[in-house]
């Protein structure tokens, strides 16, 4: 069975490469739009939706693998910043507080003839950043293509204080999903995912303190307790 990855974004292709499988990558032929209409969570899966649609349609041979990630908070989307202004109000914003990162996956399984989607939600808490912490991290130039306004695999993971959920969903793409998923097709990676999600040696999975309810939870000046 061949693999199509319908993104263009280097974080889902170095994900989706843990697997040790071969796949190809192509740029979805869909034009991202916000809807009012959508919560996050649906907008989320509507466009990984579209994404692996755009690309299924000229392959009958291939599975393809579509993916989306957005942001919330207070169940507002945040998308990626216009320029450095807005970029630094995104993350003042989101300073001190907790917002949802959901990124929706589709697959479109040309050879079983069947299509599914996956949605997974991170919960991220981030510490109280003072204006010159914000200026500081901006100047690592990381912000401008990110939703949110950071990177959570670059130097945008000094700016949280926890996190709880999938850190490789929160980066694009769960992986554990997707594994299952193949599986299930007959396809077995020959890379073990779960000894990825047990080491967490990816990028700064292991920097960033995973999260219980409580902390999760707390008011912005409560202090937090990984």
């Not at 071969?22 to 649906?42: G, H, I, K, M, N």
């Not at 510490?127 to 991290?137: M, V």
């Not at 950071?150 to 993971?157: A, K, R």
Request: contains cysteine; charged residues 30%.
């Amino acid at each position: 069975m061949r693999i199509i990855l319908a993104s263009t974004s280097p974080r889902r292709r170095d994900i989706l490469a843990l697997l040790g499988l071969p796949f190809d990558v192509r740029d979805p032929d869909y034009r991202e739009t916000s809807r009012q209409d959508l919560t996050p969570e649906a907008e989320a899966l509507e466009l990984a939706r579209g994404k692996a649609r755009s690309i299924a349609g000229g392959e009958p041979d291939a599975l393809v693998v579509g993916g989306d990630t957005l942001i919330a908070l207070d169940d507002e989307k945040i998308g990626k910043p216009r320029d450095s202004d807005d970029a630094a109000s995104i993350l003042r914003r989101l300073s001190g507080r907790t917002h949802r990162i959901f990124t929706g996956v589709a697959f479109i399984d040309n050879v079983a003839g069947r299509e599914s989607t996956h949605l997974e939600c991170v919960e991220v808490r981030m510490r109280r950043s003072t204006e010159a912490e914000i200026a500081g991290y901006l100047a690592h130039g990381e912000s401008m293509d990110k939703a949110g306004a950071y990177s959570i695999q670059g130097q945008g993971h000094r700016l949280i204080e926890g996190l709880r959920g999938d850190y490789l969903a929160a980066v694009g793409l769960p992986l554990r999903p997707v594994a299952e998923y193949l599986r299930n097709a007959g396809v077995e990676a020959p890379e073990d995912v779960e000894s990825l999600y047990r080491e967490k040696a990816l990028w700064t999975w292991n920097r960033i303190p995973m999260a219980t309810d409580a902390a999760i939870n707390s008011t912005a000046t409560a202090p937090f307790q990984p």
